[in-house]
């Protein structure tokens, strides 16, 4: 019996022992898990996109939207800031401007993105930009600065401009990783550069071979040995001539990081998904609509101001070439001023309005202009938000036109309502007020006098002095018959006669005195 107690004792130690070592085998043996990455892990992250359009004639309009946009596009804090490129160039101080503003942007990476072309100053903002990009069959290059020489052809400014701009162009290659050397050839047509290969491995061209791009005159103080290890270089610019590359030469130059067809696939390579892009204001448009016409607008101006000197009195030549150098010194503040258009042009139609009736009455100019402007203020200050929504939210695939019917009688029965109610007021309610209360004549017609009984107290060939400006509509004193002196409305047949001339009566028609200078 105890034989067989020890024999069941030591059978239950080594349960005990197996027990326990299958737990430490479980607890040291490897965890596998699932390492397949889900749907969340393999999407990449959205990236968010602010397009800015930098199109036409650099110039400080351009600048003052270009700083306008950055500051909003980094308010929206996006992944990269793109800024779509197709000039010309233009001024190289606006240019100067730009480009500084561009590389003093923070959080979101800059891009150049050349929708036709980068030329001139063009090309100074596009390599501005961390990372440029170009459309198929785009150009960039050729940033020499130029004047008009005295026989209207264009001729490349001196060393005292070129230096500072070369200097800028190498800023921005260091900065961002464009060829320097080349990025210097856009502005200097002396520079005459070579790219020079050396092959390590014999046969085609390959990783191990060694490229140099170096100036000619630097190639040409190099010994025997040097130019055989190098061989005969290849010319990239010719001296005299200023580098322009193609969108694929940029791409080769190490400019360019890459060439779309279009914009969807530029997108598409850099994971775009989300975008927005900047619009120009009103003032803005404005602004670079002056800009355009400012030239013209100036010779205009100052012609009809000579004009007016040439001739007596001041009167419609001085008033329109004030009018042509204010809308182009109103060009350069209109990007501030925008909002305040439909006001400023309401205050300006109102001006002209009353130009019309107490300075040059008859001309009919200042007046349609007046008019027009405010018809202008009217447009631009409507709210098309106010008006009711007819068209409902579900538009089905057959297109129903009642929606848009309603809408157009709603805005017809407001502009009838809005003329029908000051007609029937000013005829029977403003009537109605007391004397002194209303500003309508409450004269009978039945006592009112005839004003061509006045004009018959003179004849034609009667000669009288202007006692006021005809322009042509004015006042003029004549002396009749029995040695009274008359003072009568007369006009002109556009003549303007000053004050204190002599007048002679040509004719004398339906109520009107017409005369003519003596």
């Given at each position: 019996?105890?034989?067989?107690?020890?024999?069941?004792?030591?059978?239950?130690?080594?349960?005990?022992?197996?027990?326990?070592?299958?737990?430490?085998?479980?607890?040291?043996?490897?965890?596998?898990?699932?390492?397949?990455?889900?749907?969340?892990?393999?999407?990449?992250?959205?990236?968010?996109?602010?397009?800015?359009?930098?199109?036409?004639?650099?110039?400080?309009?351009?600048?003052?939207?270009?700083?306008?946009?950055?500051?909003?596009?980094?308010?929206?804090?996006?992944?990269?800031?793109?800024?779509?490129?197709?000039?010309?160039?233009?001024?190289?101080?606006?240019?100067?401007?730009?480009?500084?503003?561009?590389?003093?942007?923070?959080?979101?990476?800059?891009?150049?993105?050349?929708?036709?072309k980068a030329i001139s100053a063009g090309s100074l903002i596009a390599l501005a930009c961390k990372k440029l990009y170009m459309l198929e069959a785009t150009t960039i290059g050729d940033c020499a600065p130029i004047v008009q020489g005295g026989d209207g052809t264009p001729q490349i400014v001196g060393e005292?401009?070129?230096?500072?701009?070369?200097?800028?162009?190498?800023?921005?290659?260091?900065?961002?990783?464009y060829p320097e050397l080349l990025a210097s050839s856009f502005v200097t047509p002396e520079l005459e550069i070579y790219e020079l290969t050396a092959k390590l491995d014999k046969g085609q061209k390959t990783e191990r071979d060694t490229t140099l791009i170096i100036e000619s005159k630097k190639y040409s103080?190099?010994?025997?040995?040097?130019?055989?290890?190098?061989?005969?270089?290849?010319?990239?610019?010719?001296?005299?001539?200023?580098?322009?590359?193609?969108?694929?030469?940029?791409?080769?130059?190490?400019?360019?990081?890459?060439?779309?067809?279009?914009?969807?696939?530029?997108?598409?390579?850099?994971?775009?998904?989300?975008?927005?892009?900047?619009?120009?204001?009103?003032?803005?448009?404005?602004?670079?609509?002056?800009?355009?016409?400012?030239?013209?607008?100036?010779?205009?101006?100052?012609?009809?101001?000579?004009?007016?000197?040439?001739?007596?009195?001041?009167?419609?030549?001085?008033?329109?070439?004030?009018?042509?150098?204010?809308?182009?010194?109103?060009?350069?503040?209109?990007?501030?001023?925008?909002?305040?258009?439909?006001?400023?042009?309401?205050?300006?139609?109102?001006?002209?309005?009353?130009?019309?009736?107490?300075?040059?009455p008859g001309t009919f100019l200042f007046g349609v202009a007046g008019i027009a402007c405010m018809i202008i203020a009217l447009i631009m200050s409507f709210d098309s938000a106010n008006i009711p929504e007819f068209v409902p939210e579900t538009v089905e695939t057959t297109f129903d036109a009642t929606p848009?019917?309603?809408?157009?009688?709603?805005?017809?029965?407001?502009?009838?309502?809005?003329?029908?109610?000051?007609?029937?007021?000013?005829?029977?309610?403003?009537?109605?007020?007391?004397?002194?209360?209303?500003?309508?004549?409450?004269?009978?017609?039945?006592?009112?006098?005839?004003?061509?009984?006045?004009?018959?107290?003179?004849?034609?060939?009667?000669?009288?002095?202007?006692?006021?400006?005809?322009?042509?509509?004015?006042?003029?004193?004549?002396?009749?018959?029995?040695?009274?002196?008359?003072?009568?409305?007369?006009?002109?047949?556009?003549?303007?006669?000053?004050?204190?001339?002599?007048?002679?009566?040509?004719?004398?028609?339906?109520?009107?005195?017409?005369?003519?200078?003596?």
């Amino acid at each position: 019996m105890k034989l067989f107690a020890k024999i069941f004792f030591f059978l239950a130690i080594l349960a005990t022992f197996s027990i326990a070592a299958t737990a430490s085998a479980t607890d040291l043996a490897p965890v596998v898990k699932d390492s397949t990455p889900t749907a969340t892990e393999i999407v990449a992250p959205k990236k968010q996109a602010v397009w800015i359009k930098l199109e036409g004639d650099v110039d400080p309009t351009m600048y003052e939207f270009c700083a306008r946009a950055i500051g909003e596009a980094l308010e929206k804090k996006p992944d990269y800031i793109v800024f779509e490129i197709n000039t010309f160039g233009g001024r190289l101080d606006a240019a100067f401007d730009l480009v500084d503003t561009i590389m003093a942007v923070k959080g979101a990476e800059t891009i150049a993105l050349v929708k036709k072309k980068a030329i001139s100053a063009g090309s100074l903002i596009a390599l501005a930009c961390k990372k440029l990009y170009m459309l198929e069959a785009t150009t960039i290059g050729d940033c020499a600065p130029i004047v008009q020489g005295g026989d209207g052809t264009p001729q490349i400014v001196g060393e005292k401009i070129q230096s500072p701009l070369r200097a800028k162009f190498r800023n921005l290659a260091q900065r961002n990783g464009y060829p320097e050397l080349l990025a210097s050839s856009f502005v200097t047509p002396e520079l005459e550069i070579y790219e020079l290969t050396a092959k390590l491995d014999k046969g085609q061209k390959t990783e191990r071979d060694t490229t140099l791009i170096i100036e000619s005159k630097k190639y040409s103080v190099l010994d025997s040995t040097e130019k055989k290890f190098w061989g005969a270089p290849k010319i990239l610019v010719k001296e005299g001539e200023l580098l322009t590359m193609t969108d694929k030469e940029a791409e080769e130059l190490g400019f360019s990081k890459g060439t779309f067809k279009n914009r969807e696939d530029f997108e598409t390579k850099l994971a775009i998904e989300k975008k927005s892009e900047v619009e120009t204001t009103v003032g803005e448009q404005i602004a670079s609509g002056i800009a355009a016409v400012a030239g013209i607008l100036l010779i205009l101006g100052f012609g009809a101001l000579y004009i007016e000197f040439k001739t007596p009195g001041f009167g419609m030549f001085g008033i329109i070439g004030i009018i042509l150098i204010g809308i182009v010194f109103l060009g350069q503040f209109a990007p501030q001023l925008d909002g305040y258009f439909p006001a400023i042009l309401l205050v300006a139609g109102i001006a002209l309005f009353l130009v019309e009736i107490f300075v040059m009455p008859g001309t009919f100019l200042f007046g349609v202009a007046g008019i027009a402007c405010m018809i202008i203020a009217l447009i631009m200050s409507f709210d098309s938000a106010n008006i009711p929504e007819f068209v409902p939210e579900t538009v089905e695939t057959t297109f129903d036109a009642t929606p848009w019917l309603f809408g157009l009688f709603f805005v017809l029965g407001s502009a009838a309502v809005a003329l029908i109610i000051p007609i029937a007021a000013s005829k029977y309610l403003i009537p109605l007020l007391p004397e002194g209360w209303t500003p309508m004549l409450k004269t009978d017609m039945e006592t009112a006098v005839s004003p061509t009984e006045d004009v018959q107290v003179v004849s034609v060939g009667d000669v009288g002095v202007a006692k006021t400006f005809l322009r042509p509509v004015g006042q003029a004193s004549f002396t009749l018959p029995d040695g009274s002196i008359k003072l009568l409305d007369v006009q002109t047949h556009g003549e303007i006669i000053e004050a204190g001339q002599d007048v002679k009566v040509e004719s004398v028609q339906e109520g009107h005195i017409w005369v003519t200078h003596l």
